[in-house]
């Protein structure tokens, strides 16, 4: 039996697809009309060219990728007479988009994925949600851009030059990354920062992977309660959390140099890795308890069954397990450390002065764009450790059957 094919017919051309791209055409051209101190003359040139880009996709359906890589030219090579080539630039970005979603409208892929059976409004509002989502992401992610184009800035400015704007050599430069790594005033936060956090990731982990192992046995009492408070650090605001964990760690450090002699500095770093284990062993409660959710007790009976005892059942059968879940909750763990800053404002002194505290203390007293450049390698390595949990998360679903390997 053949698969069932629905063709999908092409909407009209004049009531559909040329004035939505015209309306996205005229809102390009408000924001580069604002450029020159002309939005409504932009508004209504990007609605004329919009017009233009669906009226060619109507006529030229059958040869798509030449007309669209001609429109992004086209666009490209105004926007250099115009502005030069940053200009050009947005050119190419504008005209992949709006000669993107003119063959989209026109082919009617717009129902591609929508049932045969929706109506034109129900059409609509899947198509608008999946726009919603994608402009929620933007706005989230979009101020990351400017703070890492900003960070190769060949003058210490934090706006953007006309040579950074129109892609000029001269424009850019690395001496803020020199800056952050070749000076004792970023290197010594960097290190305290690896010291620390490391640390407290470990803690977070053992204790946490504990507390969700009993937590996730049945006849624990009370273990709704316990868990909610365990993870009340993850809810209740951080400034909270940190006035709290001053009034315990300040005497607790000053009877450990009063009673045990230790050293002032060895106690600073006690402090602070303490507080930020405590805010780790959340995200590893509620990772390792996500893992257990599909675990099966069967393998724990039949290890005690052929003599095995807790511990050595714990890591020849639980831990391979879980351990996708464990590492992921470690990785949130060492983020967390790593990038917090209230806490240690509080907890810590100078001596444990950590790279978000060199940032906080360097916007405050002193402008400086190597605090850019120190934004963007945490932004680089934030993102490097979020895509290892995500591989790690779909890792933990194939082993548990969660999904197709």
């Not at 899947?126 to 703070?147: E, Q, T, W």
Request: with cysteine.
């Amino acid at each position: 039996m053949s698969d069932l094919k629905v063709s999908i017919p092409r909407p009209p051309l004049t009531n559909f697809t040329l004035p939505l791209t015209a309306v996205l055409g005229a809102m390009f051209g408000f924001v580069a009309g604002n450029v020159y101190g002309q939005p409504w003359i932009g508004a209504l040139g990007g609605a004329v060219v919009g017009a233009v880009m669906a009226f060619v996709a109507h006529s030229m359906s059958d040869r798509r990728t030449a007309t669209r890589w001609g429109t992004i030219a086209v666009l490209a090579i105004a926007g250099l007479l115009a502005g030069g080539l940053g200009a050009a630039v947005s050119g190419v970005i504008i005209g992949a988009v709006m000669s993107w979603f003119a063959y989209w409208l026109d082919s009617g892929a717009y129902r591609k994925n929508v049932p045969i059976y929706y109506t034109a409004g129900q059409t609509l509002w899947y198509n608008s949600f999946l726009f919603i989502c994608g402009l929620v992401f933007f706005f989230l992610i979009a101020p990351l851009f400017p703070v890492m184009w900003l960070s190769f800035n060949a003058e210490d400015f934090f706006t953007f030059t006309p040579e950074m704007l129109n892609f000029q050599a001269e424009g850019y430069s690395l001496k803020h990354y020199r800056n952050f790594l070749g000076t004792e005033e970023w290197m010594t936060p960097l290190k305290n920062s690896l010291i620390i956090a490391p640390f407290a990731t470990f803690i977070s982990v053992s204790l946490g992977t504990l507390a969700a192992i009993g937590l996730s046995q049945s006849h624990v009492p009370g273990r709704q309660a316990i868990m909610a408070i365990l993870i009340s650090p993850m809810i209740v605001p951080l400034i909270i959390s940190a006035t709290g964990m001053f009034f315990f760690y300040a005497p607790l450090g000053n009877w450990l140099e009063a009673n045990l002699n230790l050293d002032q500095k060895l106690v600073g770093y006690m402090k602070v890795i303490l507080a930020h284990a405590a805010l780790g062993v959340p995200f590893v409660i509620i990772t390792v308890t996500a893992t257990l959710v599909g675990f099966d007790r069967s393998l724990t009976r039949a290890a005690a069954n052929m003599g095995a005892d807790p511990i050595t059942t714990f890591f020849r059968v639980q831990m391979p397990l879980i351990l996708p879940g464990v590492i992921s909750g470690g990785l949130f763990a060492f983020i967390t450390s790593f990038d917090e800053v209230v806490v240690v404002l509080f907890v810590g002194s100078a001596q444990q002065q950590t790279l978000p505290w060199q940032m906080f203390t360097g916007l405050r007293e002193q402008i400086s764009p190597t605090i850019l450049a120190a934004a963007t390698i945490l932004v680089t390595v934030s993102i490097l450790l979020l895509t290892a949990v995500e591989l790690l998360r779909r890792r933990s679903e194939r082993l548990r059957g969660l999904s197709p390997g």
